[in-house]
């Protein structure tokens, strides 16, 4: 049934008006949402503009449970501040670190890395391997940072708190990859 058709269903009067209008109001809700349903399965739709139309198709992603995007695309938007500290100030990444490394070595090992690979995940956080690449560069971070935390460096209590944060990064960014790797696309 659509919307444009007549309910073939005739009203039973002896029941009153209010039973009748919910019928048909759930007649209606029932046609809209199985046009919902259509949409979100293969989301497509005209736009006529001038004398032109323009046919709009998109890509649907699935994730279980739908938070796993949500989760990329925070892990992204926290990677480009954390980018943007390493790459415009890696000085004092390396005062807060105890760190003896040139500053260009800061800017490429830390901040270009978080730049590259928040701005890929701001963009589409559905990218598995941008993703299991974050887990390959906390797995340097975690070492980088336990060859830190030794009893010559003092600011070894802020490395301790950065091993922490960065485990804890770690672990989502493997659930967030574990997640995002099972997604199936389909394009309408």
């Known amino acids: 049934m659509s919307l444009a058709e007549p309910s073939r269903a005739k009203p039973d009067y002896r029941r009153g008006v209010a039973a009748n209008m919910r019928e048909s109001f759930s007649q ?81 090992v830390f901040g270009a890395r978080e730049l590259w690979s928040g701005y890929s995940l701001a963009g589409d956080p559905t990218k598995s391997g941008v993703l299991w690449a974050r887990v390959a560069g906390d797995a340097f971070d975690l070492l980088a940072l336990k060859a830190l935390d030794s009893r010559t460096n003092p600011k ?25 790797s099972a997604v199936q696309r389909n394009a309408a």
């Open 156 to 180: 070894r209590g802020t490395v301790r708190v950065a091993l922490g944060l960065v485990l804890a990064v770690t672990a989502l960014d493997v659930i967030a990859a574990a997640r995002m």
């Open 28 to 108: 209606v809700r029932g046609v809209a949402d199985d046009a919902w349903q259509r949409f979100v399965r293969a989301p497509r739709f005209t736009v006529p503009m001038g004398g032109k139309t323009f046919h709009v198709l998109t890509d649907r992603v699935r994730a279980t449970p739908a938070v796993s995007p949500t989760l990329s695309m925070n892990i992204g938007l926290a990677a480009i501040g954390l980018g943007v500290w390493g790459m415009f100030f890696p000085h004092h990444v390396k005062r807060t670190l105890g760190l003896q490394a040139p500053a260009p070595v800061v800017q490429a």
